[in-house]
């Protein structure tokens, strides 16, 4: 692709700015009409969710002019790659499940359609800050919001009970509350520092204020080593120096063992959670509680996000204007996200999801913890905006190999010298990319 193309399609990508939008290539409603071929109009939908043909299978029975066919997806990094090659031989399908994080990437590479016309009137259905990820250069709307992943604080509270630890609602409340716990049985840790999922820290710093990639003219500034971001950097490689808390990798049978002896006495995660920790953790279950993020400042109320992910219709659609009705009852219909709950497991973005039908209980694990979803909600609302660029899954591996090593050197000066380091791989690969880069 020529430079001046990419550059004018990352203009397009800016999150946060008010840039001009490029709209994707082909026109929003050419060959949207039915009556352009024989029989129903029929989409296709890439997707890795679970239980997501069941969801579409409601569509079909109520739609029949317009057909949805589901078809399973690897997620993450292989699904992004796919969706480019498919889009470059022009053989993409309709509708893809995408994460935000990705979306600026497979829209600098052409590979969605600007649905704005298509869906006017549908911002107000979600929190402002889940919103945003699909809004870039301004008018430009390249996807909806499907799910969401607001962080929250977890807690063993029979163990805070026990050790008569307060929950904390500031950052140096925790740090506090880690201190303490240590003191009083030095085989316990509140947590862990991990380093093996980019996602949580990445939220951690968008709760920070942190703006890791913004656009400029003609130029993409990097700024992971913001002072956002160095002061979480600074937060949790501090805390792991003075061995206030573990230093070992999630999602690991050491971990999972953490959890379920009480090894370990809290988590900072994701809404998801609950269902992590019915598998890693099954013998805790009706004893951990949930509660907001701490925060920087007290009187604060703001919390980043860990996954998530959204309905996008692509470049390659012949029925874009059909492929956007459906992702629009998808996500907003609430007989659709009482399915998404229900079939798929995950968390709606829309607001009206959050506290009626499938969420109005709280999860079977966190039973203890009636207003569970009532909580989560009000927390969901304080989302900050989060500022993706074109090549976060760079900007994702540098975290696990340079922050990997950081977490086993257990120095400060290892964690500022991992944040350098992502902050020079991620520039240097835009610059590779032909991307124009402020220095």
Known sequence: MPQITRRSLAAATAVLLGATALTACGSSDSGDEAGAESGPVKLTYWAWAPGMDKVAALWNAKHPDIQVTVQKQASGDDLVTKIITAAKAHKGPDLVQAEYQALPTLVSNDA?????????????????????????????????????????????????????????????????????LKKKDPKKALTTFSANDSGLFAGLAQQAGAEWWTFEGDTWKVGIDDAATKKVTDFWGGLVQEGAIDNQPMYTPAWNNALNTGEQIAWVSAVWAPGTLGTAAPATKGKWAMAPLPQWSKGENTTGSWGGSSTAVTADSKHKAAAARFATWLNTDPEALAALVKESGIYPAATAAHTSGALSKAPDYFANQPDFYRKAAEIASTTAPAAWGPNVNVAYTAFKDEFGKAAKAKTKTAFDAALAKLQETTVADLAKQGFEVAK
């Not at 799910?147 to 008569?164: I, V």
């Open 112 to 180: 969605l359609a600007d649905i704005a016309g298509e869906v006017k009137g549908v911002e107000e259905q979600f929190p402002r800050g889940i919103w945003q990820q699909t809004t870039f250069g301004g008018d430009a709307v390249y996807a909806l919001p499907q799910d969401s992943g607001p962080l929250m604080f977890f807690y063993r509270e029979d163990l805070f009970k026990q050790y008569g630890l307060t929950v904390p609602t500031t950052w140096d409340e925790f740090a506090e509350t880690a201190r303490a």
